[in-house]
């Protein structure tokens, strides 16, 4: 996300020159891999310019701003926060409700207010709104329901109807913080009350959280790190034995006596064979599988040393920029947003689809982007983040790459086309997801901070 993005790395000089490959989608992914040509003509139709200079959509489709960071107002008065990032929605009788994270580092204009009760650390500015919207997508109100906690990137939606905020970074206490950070939160989407007093899931380790997808049989929860230097992991989360995940499952068990420690946290290790695989940017063709095992994390809390850096070469496996991540065909996908010599990977890329299935134990590579040859061309995508899927088929990405941003959607057999172009900045666009109806299509922009429910005629793609 922002503290890290591939633009950023680019800026410097990282090099390019593969043209875009995306393979597969949701159904697709589900089948034998194939890679596909980016097709413009492809989706929705061409792109028309927004005369406001927003939002540039396919002919018949329409966008409503429901959030603003510095102009809308919360139920307290205060402005809705800054930098809009991952998202979650829930429908609540003839309404929905989003549960939107703010990834405040500390310079933002607009801090999430630290409200009593709702306030983790008062030090900290990040944490979640929650905007309810009426069945048109018509703005009703937006409340403050975490605060006081630090860049909370992307999460995951639970089974049980709530959401997982992460913490994108490993601040310790100090200075103007005055607790760690680099914690998971669980935030109600209906019960108020049931967000008071903020209680950090330490058993899901402190490190630079990007995304969670939550097994929904098992309660198992499989989590990414945005991170370098080394670069980071891929985690599971075992419950303890006789754990049943639900409504206050998850606080009550970080709340017992040895809750900071309660079940398995593990990082992954991939093998090809015997062979053990360092980085996933080795993966360059789509449908290569290399068979999962899980490592134990020695000390999840990372009281002197970072979680990626308590193993011995060879013992995990690490990725570049571990971003998105979704539960759905029985497993869990995540995405590695882009890949650089220059960052420690064996190759490059500018983005990774993968699928974690459970019961084989196994990994496979079910999308690949190649390095985008010129990323101010509205023709290429690049540097998928933020992933959801599509009830009218396929998924839909939110691009945050270099040059122009999109949101990227990738139809059944495997075609990328264009679902909105930002035409404001080259901002990165964030939290995409559908409302349960599959009318709306809530996204993002991040900077200077827009919240939108996007409508149109929709149909199978």
Not at 22 to 47: E, F, M, N
Not at 93 to 101: A, E, K, M, Q, S
Not at 313 to 323: A, D, F, I, N, Y
Not at 365 to 393: C, F, M, Q, R, W
Request: net charge negative.
């Amino acid at each position: 996300m922002a503290p890290l993005s591939r633009r950023d790395l680019l800026r410097t000089g990282a090099a390019s020159g593969l043209g875009v490959i995306v393979a597969g989608s949701v159904d697709a992914i589900a089948a034998p891999a194939a890679a596909a040509q980016v097709a413009r003509a492809t989706g929705y139709g061409p792109l028309v310019d927004d005369p406001a200079g927003l939002l540039a959509l396919p002919k018949g489709f329409r966008y409503k701003v429901i959030a603003q960071s510095g102009v809308t107002k919360l139920e307290t008065g205060e402005f809705t926060p800054s930098d809009p990032d991952g998202m979650a929605c829930f429908r609540s009788g003839g309404d929905f409700v989003l549960i939107n994270n703010h990834e405040i580092g500390g310079s933002e204009p607009h801090r999430t207010p630290a409200l009593a009760g709702l306030t983790y650390d008062p030090g900290a500015g990040g944490g979640t709104t929650t905007i309810v919207v009426d069945r048109e997508g018509n703005r009703k109100s937006e409340y403050v329901s975490l605060a006081g906690t630090h860049n909370n990137c992307a999460g995951g939606e639970t089974p049980w109807g709530t959401w997982l905020t992460c913490e994108e970074t490993e601040q310790r206490a100090g200075g103007v913080y005055q607790k760690d950070h680099g914690y998971v939160f669980e935030v109600d989407a209906f019960d108020r009350d049931a967000n008071l007093e903020p209680v950090p899931l330490k058993f899901l380790g402190r490190y630079s959280h990007e995304a969670v997808a939550v097994d929904p049989k098992t309660s198992e929860i499989y989590l990414t790190e945005d991170a370098s230097g080394p670069n980071g992991l891929y985690f599971r989360w075992v419950p303890p034995k006789g754990f049943r995940g639900g409504k206050g499952a998850l606080r009550a068990l970080a709340l017992s006596a040895g809750g900071d420690t309660a079940g398995r946290l593990q990082a992954m290790s991939a093998f090809k064979g015997s062979r053990h695989i360092d980085d996933l940017s080795e993966a360059t063709t789509p449908g290569t599988r290399y068979k999962v095992r899980w490592v134990d994390v020695p000390d999840r809390d990372a009281r002197t040393v970072s979680v990626r850096k308590q193993f011995e070469p060879g013992q995990v496996t690490h990725s570049r920029k571990l971003e998105g991540a979704y539960w759905g065909d029985g497993g869990a996908y995540f995405v590695a947003s882009y890949a650089r010599i220059s960052d420690g990977s064996v190759n490059e890329h500018d983005g990774q689809v993968w699928f974690y299935d459970p019961r084989a134990e196994t990994i496979e590579l079910k999308t690949i982007y190649g390095v985008n040859p010129d990323p101010e061309a509205d023709t290429d995508y690049d540097g998928p983040d933020n992933i959801t899927v599509s009830p009218h088929g396929g998924l839909i990405l939110a691009e945050d790459g270099e040059g122009l941003s999109h949101l990227v959607g990738v139809t059944r057999d495997g075609k990328s086309y264009p679902l909105a172009r930002n035409d404001l900045n080259d901002s990165e666009f964030t939290g995409p997801v559908f409302s349960q109806d599959g009318r709306i299509l809530f996204a993002c922009i991040q900077s200077p901070g827009h919240v939108f429910a996007i409508t149109g005629p929709w149909g199978d793609r």
